[in-house]
């Protein structure tokens, strides 16, 4: 059975406060994303990245950055927290840049940013 | 800037009947997909209709795709109370991750 995991489902942190948020897959998918997803705005890309160590930005990298080390994970950072990043944040990843791939999404985490 | 614009924003049906969501989309597609959301979790995949395709059927699901008009539309039929979930269409997927709509919320009332 897929899986794609993420650390937390509920975080909670100061404003200023660096935060990482991870995600894991154990499909051996190529490709990772990140997404935040708020009301009105639907789920917009963050940054996804192709390959280890590669990185591509989204539609909304202002305010984050992503490392990729291993290919089963994908972390996505925070340097320094701030309230309009209160959001949820979704996870996916899919097998090689196929254009008729489905992506397989964590569970979440909901970021609350005081 | 979101590519698929799901309509209604929200709908409500009685257990039983069939629902109908459209998504309209503004660039040319090589596919679009509908993906579940439960409220507060991931997004699970539904169903993927490829470009070439008008019509995709799985399970109670059915999907249409009308290239020329840049639509598709999503029917659950005989609703159930666990259908009760926002959907999402999206196109893309390829090793630039997709591009979702703001999603149709449907109630399901017993």
């Known amino acids: 059975d897929v899986k794609v995991t993420q650390s937390s489902r509920y975080l909670v942190k100061r404003t200023g406060e660096k935060v990482f948020l991870e995600c894991v897959q154990d499909?051996?998918?190529?490709?990772m994303f990140w997404y935040r997803q708020d009301p009105g705005l639907g789920l917009r890309l963050i940054y996804f990245s192709y390959d280890v160590k590669m990185k591509e930005k989204g539609d909304i990298p202002e305010g984050y950055s992503v490392s990729r080390e291993k290919k089963e994970r994908f972390s996505l950072i925070l340097e320094s927290a701030s309230t309009n990043q209160t959001s949820m944040y979704l996870c996916?990843?899919?097998?090689?840049?196929?254009?008729?791939?489905?992506?397989?999404f964590g569970p979440g985490t909901r970021l609350t940013v005081l | 800037s979101q590519q698929g614009e799901e309509d209604p924003q929200a709908l409500s049906i009685q257990e039983g009947e069939n629902a109908t969501m459209n998504c309209s989309y503004k660039?040319?597609?090589?596919?679009l997909q509908w993906y579940r959301q439960n409220s507060g979790r991931g997004l699970v995949h539904l169903i993927l209709?490829?470009?070439?395709?008008r019509e995709k059927h799985s399970g109670r699901l059915r999907v249409t795709l009308d290239t020329s008009k840049k639509s598709s539309s999503l029917l659950i039929t005989a609703s159930r109370a666990a259908d009760t979930a926002s959907y999402f269409c999206?196109?893309?997927?390829?090793?630039?991750?997709?591009?979702f709509g703001k999603g149709t919320h449907l109630i399901i009332q017993p």
């Open positions: 499909m051996d998918h190529e490709n």
């Open positions: 996916a990843s899919t097998k090689l840049a196929g254009l008729h791939n489905e992506q397989f």
């Open positions: 209709i490829r470009s070439n395709e």
């Open positions: 999206a196109s893309g997927g390829g090793a630039d991750g997709l591009t």
């Open positions: 660039t040319s597609i090589n596919n």
